[in-house]
Structures are given as structure tokens and as C-alpha cells.
């Protein structure tokens, strides 16, 4: 995500208020005290600019809408990897067609958060058909309060859901490129799909890597700290060497990028258990700043170090 610097401040401390107010009263006292971080970032995405990242094989990247966008480019036919946020369509759309002068077929939704599903509705407007695991379906159907951002996303209106979902796995064929998509189970939400270029040797995991950053952790709906780090080891064996990775947020990257991320990730999760068990408290476990060797890398981006501490002792 390429939010303006001078907006990440204001996102973190209201991130990071989310939670605090969570852990000492009900979701609806939390939604009512704090201003949501969704509401700063849309108001980034509205101007945001959107960059294009060819990578192989036809695949590109397109970053600064929400989560990072793949598109693939066949001879007759395009297909996307997410769709940002909505409000970004006037830059979003030009960088897709720039990828070439055919139509969008499909369009892949890794999890159901809005930054990457926003965008449903115009893609689906210009003729694609969405596809989505089945839970993903299940919450832009229902709607889903996220306590620790203190924001309830409203059901997707009919002309923004998928009509096909996945289960388990789900591979296609498309334009001359073999399309793999996999569900490892509850990981950063429970609604996450992995997708994987077979030709190109491409894979994008949506928000299970931010790469550089450390991740949000949707404790609410599915997620955990075990389940991320699950999906994070399953990703890593399912690349190669030379597999392009693209994370949710965060610069595109390969295999050794996304181990040092999981080796992160462990730390931190065995230094905040450990603290938990020994009866430190939410506070106490915060101020002993169980990831201060990982924050000067980690923690400057949309989910500081506190914010992440607490989502991480939420899980364990």
C-alpha cells in the first residue's frame, strides 16, 4: 500500500487505539470512540497514485489502491488478483488497461477486507466474473465488524459478489496460463486464498505477507498469529527459487524475502506467549516491547509495534 507518509501517523494511532479501547469494552463503545484507520486510508486511496509492475509471463503488479493487484494479460482476455479500493477506480482502471487491450474475464478475491474487494462492483460492471474462497462470499454477503480497525463493513451489494467460490482448491485454465488457487485454512482472516501462475511462476498471497511491514492480524474473523505463520510455512513450500512473490502489501519479492518474514513472525510470537504465560498483562506485555529487534524494519508502516503486540497476544 502506498499511503502518503503524512498520513501513516494518524492511521497507527488510531489502529492503535482501536485496540486499546477493545481490550477494556464492548465492539460497539470501541466503533464509537476512536476514528477508524478504513476512513484515513480511503481518504488516501482517493488520490493515491497507482504504479505498474511488469513481471513475467504477462503477469503485472499494480500498487497504491489498498492491497496489491496482479493482473495476467492473455491473448484475448485479462484476469485480476484483487480490486483496491474503490474510490481509486479513476487510477486503478487506466493501469489495468494499460496491460493491454483486452477485457477482464475473471477477477480473484484473496480475503474479503475491503481494500481488496472495494473494487468489486466496477470490475464486475466491465464484464468479469469474481471469484472468492466460500467464506469470503459468506462475509461480503453478511457484513463484518472489524473490532480492532472500530469499523463495521456493510454487505456488498448483489452486483459486487463472487459466483464462484473455492473450497480447498480451485485450478483453471486461462488464456494459455494454468491459474491455481489454494485455502490453507484460517490464516490472516478465514477467508484467504492464495493464487499461483503456474506458467509464469508467479504467487500472489494477498495479506498473509506484508512484506516489510508488520501484518494486521484479523483476530475476528478467523485470524491468528499460529494460523498466519501456518499459511506463511505452506506458501513458502509451495514456491521455488526464482517464484515471484506478491504480498498484499509491500514490494513484490521472492522466497527468501518471505522466509525472513516468517522467522519474524516466530520470534515475536514466542517472545509474546512467553511473556502471556507468565501472567504479564496486555500493558506489562507492551511495554516490554517483545519485537524491538524487528522494529526498525517492521514498524513504521500502517501497524505499529504496540498495535501488533496486542493483536499477537490475542491469539496466543
Request: charged residues 20%; hydrophobic residues 45%; negative net charge.
Amino acid at each position: 500500500m502506498d499511503f502518503d507518509s503524512a498520513v501513516i501517523p494518524a492511521v497507527q494511532r488510531a489502529a492503535a487505539a482501536a485496540v486499546f479501547v477493545f481490550a477494556a469494552a464492548t465492539p460497539f463503545i470501541a466503533a464509537a470512540e476512536v476514528v477508524s484507520p478504513v476512513l484515513l486510508i480511503n481518504d488516501d486511496a482517493a488520490t493515491a497514485k497507482v504504479t505498474v509492475q511488469k513481471l513475467r509471463g504477462n503477469v503485472s503488479v499494480l500498487m497504491g489502491s489498498g492491497g496489491n493487484i496482479a493482473v495476467y494479460t492473455g491473448p484475448t482476455a485479462k484476469l485480476m488478483v484483487d480490486a483496491g479500493i474503490a474510490v481509486s477506480r479513476p487510477r486503478v482502471e487506466p493501469a489495468v488497461d494499460s496491460t493491454g487491450a483486452v477485457p477482464v474475464k475473471f477477477l480473484i478475491n484473496t480475503h474479503y477486507h475491503w481494500d481488496h474487494t472495494d473494487g468489486n462492483a466496477w470490475v464486475l460492471q466491465k464484464g468479469a466474473t469474481i471469484i472468492a474462497h466460500e467464506n469470503t462470499l459468506k462475509r461480503l454477503t453478511s457484513g463484518t465488524r472489524v473490532i480492532e480497525w472500530g469499523f463495521f463493513f456493510p454487505a456488498s451489494p448483489p452486483d459486487a459478489l463472487p459466483t464462484i467460490v473455492v473450497g480447498k482448491e480451485k485450478t483453471m485454465e486461462f488464456e494459455g496460463e494454468t491459474i491455481v488457487m489454494k485455502h490453507y485454512g484460517a490464516g490472516h482472516t478465514d477467508t484467504d486464498l492464495s493464487v499461483y501462475f503456474k506458467n509464469a511462476d508467479v504467487l500472489h498471497v494477498g495479506d498473509i505477507w506484508w512484506n516489510g511491514h508488520y501484518p494486521f492480524l484479523d483476530n475476528g474473523s478467523g485470524g491468528s498469529i499460529d494460523g498466519l505463520i501456518h499459511w506463511v510455512n505452506e506458501c513458502i513450500k509451495a514456491s521455488g527459487p526464482n517464484t515471484i512473490i506478491i504480498p498484499g502489501h509491500g514490494d513484490v519479492s521472492d522466497r527468501a524475502g518471505f522466509t525472513e518474514f516468517r522467522d519474524m513472525l516466530v520470534a515475536i510470537r514466542n517472545n509474546v506467549a512467553k511473556l502471556k504465560r507468565g501472567g504479564k498483562t496486555l500493558a506489562e506485555t507492551v511495554a516490554a516491547k517483545p519485537t524491538a529487534a524487528f522494529d526498525k524494519k517492521y514498524g513504521d508502516f500502517l501497524i505499529s509495534p504496540a498495535f501488533f503486540i496486542q493483536l499477537v497476544y490475542m491469539g496466543v
